[in-house]
């Protein structure tokens, strides 16, 4: 039995001793541990809320995203029934809270974000992060990138690789990762964007990708080559080196994912976001999101518990790296 097994403080609450409609709502039922929590050094891996959305640009929302991700989140149960990893055995897991976003100051959100991941960096924890709009990720990048220039993994249905929204704008959920390629903190030639789709503004993002070295797989090929085929070259994309995964809910198509805020029709279903979850198995993952789950439009909870299902995947890749189970091989790729 692991550490983490052994210490009844790091797992989640079963549904077997408290129902799941009771109690306090923390990730996963998960222990609650601020930075003043006296066991705060013992966290390996950190669930936090980024409930901010100053970034969106048509319909808003995902700052509720994460209230609503942790109430369905009770359902989750503590072993992964597909691959039988059980990640609260691995890794000490807790909810360190949500950043607190400045609603009314967009740059001063980014310089409240960064500082919350960088202490998270500081003290060792690998974070998974429930947004928020897309913009939540640059200041994530800029407190785990620097210094250390990341690989990265994207699925989405949009590059956001923009340059300048109207004119003025260049913080917004469009540009995030434009950004990121400029200041350093992405190693471009270790980044892979999956399921790009619909229309667009123009081929500037595309341009730009093929300028600087990054892979854009679009839906039709990922259609055409499954889930398996495509998971094994961003593997080989990101190799081994320190990878951060971005997941936004808009990757998944809308009949499965309705509450976001910019939905393009013909994406993945929910067992392919699954299956492309799992095929990050093995891989140096130093951190995730799941963003842009946006309440408003889908107020029965039915996409954001698709989103914690999927964070619950990234955790089980995260855990399973750090505790090396023996009944889990780290390499495994659906097909």
């Not at 929590?37 to 390996?44: C, D, L, N, T």
């Not at 220039?149 to 917004?172: E, P």
């Not at 400029?182 to 980044?191: F, M, S, T």
């Amino acid at each position: 039995m692991s550490g983490a097994a052994a210490d009844r403080f790091f797992q989640p609450v079963s549904g077997f001793d408290l129902p799941r409609f009771a109690g306090i709502p923390t990730f996963m039922r998960l222990p609650h541990v601020g930075f003043d929590h006296p066991r705060i050094g013992e966290v390996q891996i950190g669930l936090i809320g980024a409930p901010w959305d100053g970034g969106t640009t048509n319909r808003p929302g995902p700052r509720h995203g994460p209230r609503q991700l942790r109430d369905l989140s009770t359902m989750i149960r503590a072993v992964n029934g597909a691959t039988w990893v059980a990640p609260f055995d691995l890794a000490r897991c807790a909810d360190l809270g949500d950043v607190a976003p400045n609603p009314g100051d967009l740059m001063d959100s980014l310089a409240r974000m960064e500082a919350f991941y960088a202490r998270v960096r500081a003290a060792g924890i690998l974070p998974l992060t429930g947004g928020g709009d897309h913009l939540c990720t640059l200041p994530i990048l800029r407190a785990l990138g620097r210094g250390r220039a990341l690989g990265m993994i994207q699925f989405d249905s949009h590059s956001d690789l923009n340059d300048v929204y109207f004119g003025t704008s260049r913080y917004n959920h469009g540009t995030p990762f434009r950004r990121a390629v400029e200041e350093g903190l992405l190693d471009p030639k270790r980044y892979v964007i999956i399921g790009i789709r619909g229309t667009a503004y123009g081929r500037e993002d595309w341009e730009f990708a093929a300028s600087v070295g990054i892979r854009i797989i679009p839906i039709a090929e990922f259609h055409a080559r499954g889930a398996g085929d495509v998971m094994q070259e961003a593997r080989e994309i990101v190799g081994l080196g320190e990878t951060y995964v971005t997941y936004d809910i808009d990757f998944v198509d809308p009949t499965f994912a309705p509450g976001t805020g910019t939905p393009e029709v013909g994406g993945p279903s929910s067992w392919q976001a699954l299956q492309v979850a799992r095929g990050l198995r093995g891989l140096n993952v130093v951190g995730a999101d799941l963003v842009e789950v946006s309440p408003p439009f889908d107020a029965s909870g039915g996409t954001a518990w698709l989103g914690v299902s999927l964070m619950f995947e990234m955790l089980c890749v995260m855990a399973e790296r750090l505790g090396a189970s023996p009944q889990t091989p780290g390499v495994v790729v659906p097909r």
